[in-house]
């Protein structure tokens, strides 16, 4: 006969209703914020500067020199950055203050008061309004990408932990195929519209405020670090149905197993022994998410898709494309992970990737020896992009809330988020240097790093679906 858990976790194969909505309500003002704040710049670039040019000539009645508008621009872009760093280091503090969904209640004032700022600065004609917003904004998707994948992780049951945490990469690349399609000329591209297209970041957080009200803190968060048992039961009720018993033991002994434990701070997670492996795995997944050639495969993008012939200004929609194919492929992720588990996914995706990088750069050094080398090329960047979004993209987030325990995890998310923000902002300081330098051969170094981390991942790195946080510490 099998055991009572087995059948459960067999049982729950499928989200209760409360539970995906939730999910969904924590979503939409979170990790979809900073998808969509990172692909809806790119579409008024050219409006954007044009008003900084007029606004400098209104003020100084003289023109801004090309260095200058380049300074003001790169700011206006990379300020999200700095945002997002400071975003994730005060997100573990809240959560554990304020609780998993008090946090990302209040981080929509965030994204709310910059939403205003850069609607309102062209009739203002501060630029300086551009700058303060998208900092406010890189602050909300700072706290959002490290709160949120923690709720989702504490509010799903064990046998759903991976499915629901790759809500968090769905939710960004639905957010980045969003921002592609509202940039669009026929939607918000044109230039009247750019302050309105900046300014729809405030839709996701109203309808957070409008959604999260109704659904329950984090279970775990409300026994564990308030110690109220009675509105944990209530909450997982809610959010399991029938089937809340079973995960209201395994909540109890990790209660036991962390008695007289508090919330780690980062610092002291950093000096912990007992959980250096688990520390040195996210630290490497995290920059090896930034670093692994995503980005560059982006920045190849528009190149090849002109070398294949396609028209200039249908350009626009062939980016879609990758947009949609990495929602899409975030989607299978999440339909898999449960099936394969995510030792398997993340291992794959690197591997993949790995090959992909060899090709890519065959293609591109060959890329006039034949009318059809173009073409792979282009085949080459929707298969990265694939290869990503089934591994590295969506299970990299699921890994971090797995392999810690309460009083550990807001400690690890921050210092995750922070390395991932960091390496975010080094990949675009240093990427337009490398691509000059090594220009197609840039995919060499992607290839060593992919295969590394593909390494890592095969020796150090244990299966971790389907079992309870105490199992996943105890195999480390």
């Known amino acids: 006969m099998r055991p009572q858990s087995s059948l459960w976790r067999e049982s729950t194969c499928v989200p209760n209703k409360v539970l995906l909505l939730a999910g969904c309500a924590a979503c939409v003002g979170g990790t979809f914020q900073y998808g969509y704040n990172i692909s809806v710049i790119n579409a008024p670039t050219k409006y954007v500067q044009d008003f900084v040019n007029q606004t400098w000539f209104e003020r100084y009645n003289s023109v801004i020199s090309e260095s200058g508008l380049t300074l003001i621009w790169s700011t206006i872009v990379s300020i999200f950055t700095i945002g997002g760093l400071i975003g994730v280091t005060v997100g573990g503090t809240l959560s554990v203050k304020m609780g998993r969904k008090g946090t990302l209640l209040t981080n929509n004032i965030f994204a ?25 904004i890189g602050i909300n ?6 709160v949120q994948p923690l709720y989702l992780g504490e509010i799903a049951p064990t046998a759903l932990r991976g499915a629901m945490g790759m809500g968090t990469s769905i939710f960004i690349t639905a957010g980045i195929l969003l921002g592609q399609v509202v940039g669009l000329r026929e939607v918000l591209g044109r230039e009247e519209y750019w302050p309105i297209l900046l300014s729809t970041t405030c839709i996701p957080a109203l309808l957070q405020l409008v959604m999260l009200p109704w659904f329950p803190e984090s279970p775990r968060y409300l026994f564990i670090d308030r110690g109220e048992e009675e509105a944990s039961k209530k909450a997982l009720r809610q959010l399991h149905g029938r089937a809340w018993n079973q ?37 490497l997944l995290n920059s090896a998410q930034q670093l692994n050639g995503i980005n560059a495969i982006y920045f190849y993008a ?31 992720c999440g339909i898999l992970i449960e099936f394969l588990g995510r030792r398997v996914l993340i291992m794959g995706g690197y591997t993949l990737m790995s090959i992909f990088c060899v090709l890519f750069t065959l293609a591109l050094t060959f890329q ?13 960047v929707f298969a990265f992009i694939l290869s990503f979004g089934l591994g590295p993209g969506g299970v990299t987030n699921i890994l971090t809330t797995e392999l810690f325990t309460q009083t550990a995890r807001p400690a690890a998310y921050v210092i995750a988020g922070s390395v991932n923000w960091l390496n975010f902002f080094f990949i675009g300081l240093v990427f337009p240097f490398v691509v000059i330098g090594l220009q197609q051969y840039c995919f060499l170094v992607f290839l060593v790093i992919c295969s590394l981390m593909a390494t890592y991942i095969f020796f150090i790195i244990p299966e971790t679906k389907n079992k309870t946080f105490m199992e996943i510490q105890n195999e480390f």
């Not at 701070?265 to 959980?275: A, I, M, N, T």
């Not at 190149?303 to 294949?308: A, G, N, T």
């Open 112 to 136: 709310l008061t910059g939403s205003l700022m850069m609607g309102f600065s062209y009739t203002t004609r501060s630029f300086e309004l551009l700058i303060v917003g998208r900092l406010l």
């Open 141 to 146: 998707s700072g706290i959002g990408l490290c």
């Open 247 to 283: 995960e209201w033991e395994d909540i109890l002994k990790e209660k036991d197993n962390l008695e007289g434990f508090c919330a780690k701070k980062p610092w002291e997670l950093l000096k912990d022994r007992s959980l250096r492996w688990q520390l040195l795995t996210i630290v």
């Open 302 to 332: 528009s190149y090849l898709f002109e070398e294949s012939g396609i028209p200039a200004e249908k350009i626009p929609y062939v980016t879609i494309g990758t947009g949609a194919c990495e929602c899409i492929t975030a989607l299978t």
């Open 368 to 380: 006039t020896a034949s009318p059809v080398v173009p073409y792979i090329s282009m085949v080459c």
